[in-house]
């Protein structure tokens, strides 16, 4: 069954740091998978999303993440945080339960960013 | 248009009230969703529409009842609520029957039963 696990509940970074927020998936088939993005009291908004095409995947805000099928990673990276970049972000996979309109949410992880 | 439209956007109701929640696109799509999120806690699927029909209804309690009028159009009506429903109500829409599509989420109704 298709899952992911998103490590560190909470992250925190300075300003200009490297951000890296990590997410595993299990899935038994190739996986889609999607990072999404939430401000305070907002709905998400789509980063990026990982689709087979490349394993090497940008996305809005600088963002971008490596499919890694050896390591069944697809974690989010960004060079240089900056303090716009502080909310919770969550790695999604879809399909689960055979459906292609399931889309099971990782735990979340929150992003701090220091002046 | 890439959005999704919600309303309200905040909603306090009794008990013993009956509420519509209202979300809206217009991106052509043909699955809308809705998920509730509590609290620092990640979406969970309540109901899928697909091509207008109930195409998936995660055991939902019966309080909660979704309607789909139209393609663009998705409606949550509330009855009955309990205190421990309140949470932040999100529809999301996406392309129909094809796993590799993002879903696009509204803003979200936050909602508060008292």
């Known amino acids: 069954a298709q899952s992911v696990t998103q490590l560190g509940s909470h992250v925190s970074v300075s300003e200009g740091a490297l951000v890296l927020l990590r997410c595993n998936y299990s899935s038994s088939v190739p996986p889609y998978l999607f990072w999404y993005v939430q401000y305070p009291n907002q709905g998400l908004q789509l980063l990026l999303k990982y689709t087979s095409a490349a394993t090497l995947v940008k996305g809005i805000n600088g963002f971008e993440a490596e499919f890694k099928k050896s390591e069944t990673s697809f974690h989010l990276t960004k060079p240089s945080a900056h303090m716009s970049d502080a909310a919770e972000y969550f790695c999604a996979v879809s399909g689960a339960g055979g459906s292609n309109y399931k889309l099971t949410f990782g735990k979340g992880t929150l992003l701090t960013v220091n002046p | 248009d890439t959005e999704v439209t919600q309303t309200p956007k905040h909603l306090v109701m009794g008990m013993t009230n009956k509420k519509s929640l209202k979300c809206e696109q217009h991106?052509?799509?043909?699955?809308m969703y809705w998920y509730k999120q509590k609290a620092k806690k990640p979406p969970e699927l309540m109901f899928v529409?697909?091509?207008?029909?109930?195409?998936i209804n995660e055991s939902v309690p019966s309080r909660f009842s979704p309607e789909c009028p139209n393609s663009s159009l998705l409606n949550l009506h509330l009855h009955a609520l309990q205190p421990e429903d309140s949470a932040l109500y999100l529809c999301a829409s996406s392309q129909a029957g094809q796993g590799n599509t993002e879903a696009f989420f509204g803003q979200g109704t936050r909602l508060t039963v008292v």
């Open positions: 529409y697909s091509y207008e029909k109930l195409s």
């Open positions: 991106m052509g799509h043909r699955a």
